[in-house]
Nanobody
Framework: QVQLVESGGGSVQAGDSLRLSCVLSGATFGFYGMGWFRQAPGKEREFVASIIPTGVRTAYADSVKGRFTISRDNAKNTVWLQMNSLRPEDTDIYYC????????????????????WGQGTQVTVSS
């Protein structure tokens, strides 16, 4: 059974950085496209970033482009989201998601594209 466990959230000041991690277990990580999403209470879950199984293609929401970086290490079964220049509007619960997609090179940017989800990690940015 595929499980995703996120870590790395916390409370920071505007302009600070955080790195979120997500470890996949129960399956071959290199077969999975990975994504990061975020959600505020009462709002829909929104796309943040995605990466294909090989790691050579990535995509970002316009709101985080140039500030956030998604990366992965298939040997460590881990995907990261490096978040720099954080803003108060980045405050949300961040979720890691996975979908079996190898050998496809298509990026998955919709909530409905993903099969498995982590439990979420809170990121709070104060001004």
């Amino acid at each position: 059974q595929v499980q995703l466990v996120e870590s790395g959230g916390g409370s920071v000041q505007a302009g600070d950085s955080l790195r979120l991690s997500c470890v996949l277990s129960g399956a071959t990580f290199g077969f999975y496209g990975m994504g990061w999403f975020r959600q505020a209470p009462g709002k829909e879950r929104e796309f943040v970033a995605s990466i294909i199984p090989t790691g050579v293609r990535t995509a970002y929401a316009d709101s985080v482009k140039g500030r956030f970086t998604i990366s992965r290490d298939n040997a460590k079964n881990t995907v990261w989201l490096q978040m720099n220049s954080l803003r108060p509007e980045d405050t949300d619960i961040y979720y890691c998601a996975a979908v079996h997609s190898f050998p496809s090179t298509m990026l998955k940017n919709s909530v409905n594209d993903y099969t498995y989800w982590g439990q979420g990690t809170q990121v709070t940015v104060s001004s």
